[in-house]
């Protein structure tokens, strides 16, 4: 996790991930989609290879690289497992809200009375 | 789904929570109340003791302070043991009603985390009050360890795992 955190951080690492969710692509076709020259772009690779952020397929003389889904939801998993905590809290905090919120309108209307 | 639950879906707003760098988390929600309120239900401790601790965790928050001026501390005291308290603690930075918030965190379970800064704002639109949670974690490593935590549900006992769950709340 801590890997895959730190090589996601890099903006264009994380251009290059958010491409291959669309599927897999050669070296050059990222680079050039991306408009990163290929030093650049086999550097980032190698970094989200080593992290098992992506794996490598050799076809006839192309480097293919595709994604690995598992870091990546457990990345989401833990995000959404967070997010409910905070959503529960929230609507918890709604009801005290709600009750906050009518208790001074009763006592605003007492005022006018 | 049940009709009731279709119908509270369409009344509920959206928490979202988004990874802005390795070590900044960022949680947004909109309350239906004016920044006033919103304010000091997040400040005000009998009012923290009703919503603060998610209930489905089966968690309380038995005891909170708060001393809510600049450089003032606060500790809040939370868990399933009152004898046996989790514990967040920490110091207010800055103090600006109803519309921000900075303050210092650390879980004293995991105190080799560091110390986290996190930052709340309220801003009001038409009697609505838009909160964002800016949570900065003293280093990469810490927000990983909150989530590493988070990841190994599953192979420890539930108090254990609950407790490192629950250090990532915050």
């Given at each position: 996790m801590i890997e895959t955190f730190a090589a996601l951080a890099e903006p264009n690492r994380f251009r290059i991930v958010e491409l291959l969710r669309r599927?897999?692509?050669?070296?050059?076709?990222?680079?050039?989609?991306?408009?990163?020259?290929?030093?650049?772009?086999?550097?980032?690779?190698?970094?989200?290879?080593?992290?098992?952020?992506?794996?490598?397929?050799?076809?006839?003389?192309?480097?293919?690289?595709?994604?690995?889904?598992?870091?990546?939801?457990?990345?989401?998993?833990?995000?959404?497992?967070?997010?409910?905590?905070?959503?529960?809290?929230?609507?918890?905090?709604?009801?005290?809200?709600?009750?906050?919120?009518?208790?001074?309108?009763?006592?605003?209307?007492?005022?006018?009375? | 789904m049940t009709t009731e639950s279709a119908s509270e879906r369409v009344t509920k707003n959206k928490t979202t929570v988004e990874r802005r760098s390795d070590r900044e988390l960022v949680v947004t929600r909109t309350f239906n109340a004016p920044a006033r309120i919103v304010f000091d239900a997040w400040t005000k401790p009998e009012l923290l003791k009703r919503w603060w601790a998610p209930r489905s965790l089966g968690v309380s928050l038995f005891r909170c302070e708060a001393d809510v001026r600049v450089g003032g501390g606060y500790r809040y005291e939370f868990g399933h043991d009152p004898g046996q308290p989790l514990v967040f603690s920490g110091t207010f930075r800055e103090v600006a009603p109803p519309s921000r918030l900075v303050w210092t965190q650390i879980f004293e379970q995991m105190r080799s985390a560091g110390e986290a800064v996190v930052t709340a704002t309220f801003t009001e639109h038409d009697g609505k009050t838009e909160l964002v949670l800016h949570q900065a974690f003293a280093t990469k490593e810490a927000l990983d360890g909150a989530i590493a935590s988070g990841m190994e549900k599953g192979m420890r006992e539930t108090y254990e795992q609950l407790e490192d769950l629950l250090g990532s709340l915050r």
């Open positions: 599927g897999p692509r050669a070296v050059n076709d990222i680079g050039e989609r991306l408009h990163l020259n290929q030093p650049q772009v086999s550097k980032h690779l190698r970094v989200l290879k080593e992290v098992g952020l992506v794996e490598v397929q050799h076809q006839a003389q192309q480097r293919i690289y595709e994604l690995r889904a598992r870091p990546l939801r457990e990345l989401h998993d833990w995000l959404e497992r967070y997010r409910r905590i905070w959503e529960e809290r929230f609507d918890q905090l709604d009801e005290l809200i709600d009750d906050l919120s009518t208790k001074e309108k009763t006592h605003d209307d007492r005022k006018r009375k | -």
